[in-house]
């Protein structure tokens, strides 16, 4: 025999095996039998005889609010209308607090906190309050600068 005529042998042979037959013994010509046939093995093959299996759907019910919950969650409406202008009223307080101008000004966005102080004991401005605050007036001196070293010589800003 070639492989392939094994291999189909073997195939067929496993099939056989894999399948309710408990017992290995000869075939019975009588219909009463409780063994099934080779037609019958290979029509429970075949998927034209398979049947969906029964599936039994879930009862929602249980998850679903009860009467008591319903007839506390359901509360009477005044009517469209009135939903409407309350709605709206609230929303404009809202707004005119949002844009109220006494809390616009970058001065208040952040509360009032102690300044971090230098080693000569003066308080630095914050950083709100050194952007928006007045420069400080610079003191102009008279000076004559002649030479490049005089030039070199100024005290620098402290900006």
Do not use: C, Y
Request: charged content about 15%.
């Amino acid at each position: 025999m070639n492989q392939a005529t094994t291999r189909i042998a073997a195939g067929v042979i496993a099939i056989l095996l894999a399948s309710n037959l408990s017992d290995a013994h000869a075939q019975s010509t009588a219909s009463g039998s409780t063994t099934p046939t080779m037609g019958q093995f290979f029509s429970n093959l075949n998927p034209m005889n398979w049947q969906m299996p029964q599936m039994k759907m879930p009862d929602f019910r249980s998850m679903l609010p009860g009467q008591e919950e319903k007839t506390r969650i359901i509360q009477k409406k005044d009517g469209l209308m009135n939903d409407v202008k309350t709605t709206a009223s609230n929303s404009w307080q809202k707004t005119k607090e949002v844009l109220d101008p006494k809390k616009l000004n970058p001065m208040n966005l952040f509360p009032a906190s102690p300044t971090p102080t230098t080693t000569s004991g003066t308080q630095q401005p914050g950083f709100f309050s050194s952007l928006f605050a007045p420069g400080k007036p610079v003191q102009q001196e008279p000076q004559e600068i002649a030479t490049v070293g005089d030039f070199l010589a100024q005290p620098k800003l402290d900006r």
